[in-house]
């Protein structure tokens, strides 16, 4: 009896930060890796001797999925090079272009958050899904599709409103793929990180560290760490937790356990 073909995944937004960190969690469990970035630049190239340090099969595909019309491409890349794909993370994301009150939002940067973290995601698991149904999957391997949102889908943070508004769409879009998927025995889950350091937090981490510790603004005392939120995503990945989908993964050290 052959073995199952190997996993093979695509991460987007995978050049750094808790992108990297699954693309070396799941290469350690033997996925084939697809890291993505919005340029085949220098750190697109470090990540990928990183994760091809691991032995798995590994390729750079690059490219900004806020442009819709290079999703195809992408994917086709992503599966020339490592095999029909069985996991998608969309993990790319940003930040707004200035913090501030949400009375001065402008459209420009309202429309950038919305783009990238609402809009690719829902259309690139779309691209994603429809060549699933298209193929045999009854080859041993578990199928998944993972979105990562943020903390921020429930929880205002005022002088990032756009941010929010866009993260809480990208969560509704796991619920939505979720009800389609599971008759297609596809999971969908939704890891929504709180306060990672990446280098989008940087600027900001001492001032949530005091927080913490003087304020106890997490239940575990610690900003969390990309690798965390890496593990977690291997884990979803692997079917380490059969029969679930259409899950919120709250990688946020009980932050938003309510308290008295």
């Not at 992503?78 to 949400?102: F, H």
């Not at 690719?120 to 080859?139: V, Y």
């Not at 429930?154 to 389609?180: D, L, T």
């Not at 600027?203 to 304020?215: A, G, K, M, P």
Request: glycine share 8%.
């Amino acid at each position: 009896m052959s073995a199952a073909p190997r996993h093979a995944v695509l991460i987007t937004g995978s050049s750094r930060g808790i992108g990297l960190a699954a693309a070396l969690e799941l290469a350690r469990i033997g996925f084939a890796i697809a890291l993505n970035g919005p340029a085949d630049d220098d750190e697109l190239h470090e990540a990928e001797a990183l994760v091809a340090a691991t032995g798995v099969p590994v390729v750079r595909v690059a490219g900004d999925v806020g442009d819709l019309a290079s999703h195809d491409a992408l994917l086709d890349q992503a599966e020339d090079a490592i095999g029909p794909l069985s996991t998608l993370i969309n993990n790319a994301g940003v930040s707004v272009m200035e913090r501030g009150d949400p009375l001065d939002v402008s459209e420009a940067s309202y429309d950038h958050c919305q783009t990238v973290n609402a809009k690719a995601q829902f259309f690139l698991g779309q691209r994603w899904a429809r060549r699933l149904l298209i193929r045999q999957r009854d080859d041993g391997r578990f199928y998944s599709l993972i979105n990562v949102s943020s903390s921020n889908a429930s929880a205002v943070a005022e002088p990032r409103a756009e941010y929010c508004v866009s993260k809480a769409a990208s969560a509704m879009i796991s619920k939505v793929f979720a009800v389609r998927l599971g008759r297609e025995n596809i999971a969908v889950y939704d890891i929504q990180p709180g306060l990672i350091e990446t280098a989008m937090t940087r600027h900001v981490s001492q001032t949530y560290q005091r927080r913490i510790d003087e304020d106890g603004l997490t239940l575990i005392r610690r900003l969390g760490q990309p690798q965390d939120v890496g593990r977690i995503m291997a884990t979803l990945a692997s079917g380490a937790l059969p029969y679930t989908t259409g899950h919120v993964i709250s990688a946020d050290a009980g932050m938003l356990v309510p308290r008295f």
